[in-house]
């Protein structure tokens, strides 16, 4: 069984609810998955949106949020996960804003599409110490057992 991601918030390229937006309460998507690979050691999450700032002219990919470390045994996060509930041994990163946590869409023009990147890696990382992502890219390099997408998509 492959590796698969979904939410009960939205479908495969479906539009994000704007409660989870910046126009609502900004908090994070209930997501879940299956199909972890039976000598994975650890997921790691990242969502972030390619087509910033305008999806007709994309000059930089916006990171929302970054998870490593999420245990095998988990099987999703719950809608507005607060820090304090993370699965035990999860470890943030720092998004665009230079914050940890979520930080949900808020496009300044146009539809833009908002991957949800779920990892299963062969090995559990060390603490990073809230990386970004390329830096969170670099510790996965060569650990990838497998990947699961989601996208969603929001206008304002």
């Given amino acids: ?11 495969h390229q479906g539009e994000i ?10 908090s994070s998507p209930a997501l879940s998955w299956s199909g972890v690979p039976a000598h994975a050691k650890s997921l790691a999450l990242i969502i972030d949106d390619p087509d910033a700032p305008d ?5 930089m990919t916006w990171v929302h ?6 245990p ?11 820090a304090s509930d993370l699965p035990l ?6 998004n665009d804003w230079g914050k940890t946590g979520y930080g949900g869409p808020c496009p300044p023009i146009g539809r ?6 779920l990892y299963a890696l062969d090995i559990e990382l060390p603490n990073l110490h809230h990386p970004t992502k390329a830096q969170l890219e670099a510790a996965m390099a060569g650990h990838v057992i497998e990947k699961a997408e989601l996208i969603g998509t929001y206008q304002r």
């Fill in 1 to 11: 069984m492959a590796l698969s991601l979904s939410s009960k918030d939205f479908v």
């Fill in 17 to 26: 609810p704007q409660t989870l937006t910046c126009d609502g309460n900004d």
């Fill in 55 to 59: 999806p007709a002219n994309p000059k």
């Fill in 65 to 70: 949020w970054i998870l490593y470390n999420i």
């Fill in 72 to 82: 095998v045994s988990a099987t999703g996060l719950p809608r507005a996960l607060d």
């Fill in 89 to 94: 041994g999860a470890l943030p990163g720092k």
């Fill in 112 to 117: 833009h599409r908002y991957f949800h990147k």
